[in-house]
């Protein structure tokens, strides 16, 4: 299984998860520059955290329309899979990848801390591996990962069943402490209708070895990679 | 010809810098502040003499890039002057 990881001017999570796939998952995996248009030959499509373009305007808004995010809505409607964590997921939302958008931390400040995040939905390629309600430990670090969409957007997500992850206590509880930037209805992680892009402000790069003190966002690339069957496609379960 | 971006956030979107500012205000001895909202403004040359040719294109502008609907709300002036 290829993977490919996307490099903006500004990202600064392109070599975590580049390792990660290579020396963790042993697969093949390329950094792909943020002016190519060719995804051909890739399964998974990474879009890394950082700051691309010094988060001009808004974060993610200038990378959301930049050629590769362009290219990406053709590969994801020819069977490929995304993954944007951090900023990748303010880029996916900024360019209409995913519902919603993302917002200044409600608490005003830079959050760098341990999250721990309940998994709702269980039938997607990158959560396959988990069990409905399984706590995942993962680090976050953002300024801007409020998470908001209006009230059609939000039950139009519960419908399709896309919030995938919810910020929640180590047991899975999922109250208001447990939400470290406000996000609406303490939102973490959500796939488009398909399934097939997931958005999520969490770092399963940072958290994919147990020198780094977790293995849990390893299960989210282990899940992408058990999906994908033997015709090129991807199991939604 | 010049054009103003005014960009808010929408009505009903929280503005955390807006009430950090006013709390600040209030220790300053402006406790008597109502609302405050942080805004953005961009500031654009466009080439052509017509007003109304310079708003569609920077509309667009917004549409595309300089606006985030599902957050803000915007307004085109021109910049007198």
């Known amino acids: ?237 | 010809m010049r054009l103003r971006v005014l960009i808010r956030l929408k009505p009903g979107i929280m503005d955390v810098q807006g009430t950090a500012i006013q709390r600040a205000l209030a220790g300053l001895g402006f406790g008597d502040v109502g609302d405050l909202r942080v805004g953005k403004v961009i500031e654009v040359d466009v080439p052509g003499d017509s007003v109304d040719a310079a708003r569609r294109r920077v509309d667009e502008m917004c549409r595309k890039l300089l606006v985030n609907p599902i957050l803000e709300d915007y307004a085109v002036e021109p910049v007198v002057g």
């Open chain 1, 1 to 237: 299984m290829k993977f490919g990881v996307v490099v903006f001017p500004g990202t600064w999570s392109d070599c975590d998860f580049h390792y990660v796939v290579s020396e963790v998952l042993h697969q093949p995996v390329k950094y792909v520059w943020h002016r190519e248009r060719d995804l051909s030959g890739l399964d998974c499509v990474i879009l890394p955290g950082g700051f691309s373009y010094g988060d001009y305007l808004r974060a993610g808004a200038v990378a959301g329309r930049s050629p590769v995010v362009e290219a990406l809505g053709d590969f994801v409607a020819n069977g490929g899979v995304a993954l944007g964590s951090c900023n990748g997921f303010q880029i996916l939302c900024e360019s209409g990848l995913l519902p919603g958008a993302l917002m200044r931390n409600e608490c005003l400040q830079y959050r760098c801390e341990t999250t721990h995040l309940v998994t709702e939905n269980v039938e997607t390629p990158f959560t396959r591996l988990l069990r409905p309600g399984q706590v995942l430990t993962m680090p976050i670090s953002h300024g801007e990962g409020k998470y908001q969409a209006d009230a059609e957007t939000l039950a139009r997500l519960k419908k399709h069943h896309q919030i995938v992850f919810r910020y929640a206590t180590a047991d899975g509880q999922v109250t208001r402490a447990a939400n470290p930037n406000g996000s609406i209805e303490n939102i973490a992680g959500i796939v488009n209708e398909e399934g097939t892009v997931l958005g999520l402000m969490p770092h399963p790069e940072r958290a994919s070895e147990t020198a780094m003190g977790g293995t849990d966002g390893l299960l989210i690339l282990q899940s992408v990679l058990g999906s994908l069957v033997e015709d090129g496609g991807f199991l939604k379960r």
